[in-house]
């Protein structure tokens, strides 16, 4: 596998964390909320994203995946889960990517079942053209075409995560 062409420069993606975190704290406004990272893959982002958050929050990890290699397993695991109860309480889930959209919807209908206030969830990357399963989200920063693509916190068996911009994958000819 070989990095393709850059989708989104570093410039890019500055711009748009700042304008995303300007809408979540729109929307959150005098309250104290909890934002949730999806690991690994939205580490680099979800660092990034509650730097540019304002008012009191806290922050917790979900390890989950459904991945082997480039394709869906269809099942989603749960390797480590908040340590926190969230019943009452206003919640951010951050996610990396959303493909098929498996993954998040599971994720999401696991948390609503712990009743929080509010659950709202904010995407680095939305590949509209793979999804499978609705999720609503109610933050994106960039919608991809259905390319595999490497960067800022998003792999390839674990491998690209710290690329400082999005790229493409592509199979060595």
Request: hydrophobic share 40%; charged share 25%; aromatic share 10%.
């Amino acid at each position: 596998m070989v990095v393709g062409k850059p989708l989104f420069t570093e410039e890019q993606i500055r711009v748009r964390v700042h304008e995303l975190g300007k809408a979540i704290n729109a929307d959150y406004k005098g309250k104290s909320f909890l934002a949730v990272g999806i690991l690994k893959g939205a580490c680099v982002f979800f660092a990034d994203l509650i730097r540019q958050l304002n008012g009191p929050l806290a922050m917790d990890f979900i390890i989950a995946s459904s991945y082997v290699d480039t394709q869906t397993t269809g099942n989603v695991f749960v390797h480590y889960d908040i340590r926190q109860p969230i019943e009452g309480k206003d919640i951010l889930l951050v996610e990396d990517i959303i493909d098929t959209g498996i993954t998040l919807h599971y994720l999401r209908d696991m948390l609503l079942q712990r009743g929080p206030a509010s659950l709202k969830i904010c995407a680095f990357l939305d590949k509209k053209s793979r999804r499978t399963v609705d999720v609503a989200v109610d933050y994106v920063g960039f919608e991809i075409p259905d390319e595999f693509v490497i960067g800022y916190g998003v792999d390839y068996n674990d491998q690209f995560r710290n690329l400082p911009y999005i790229s493409t994958l592509k199979k060595a000819t």
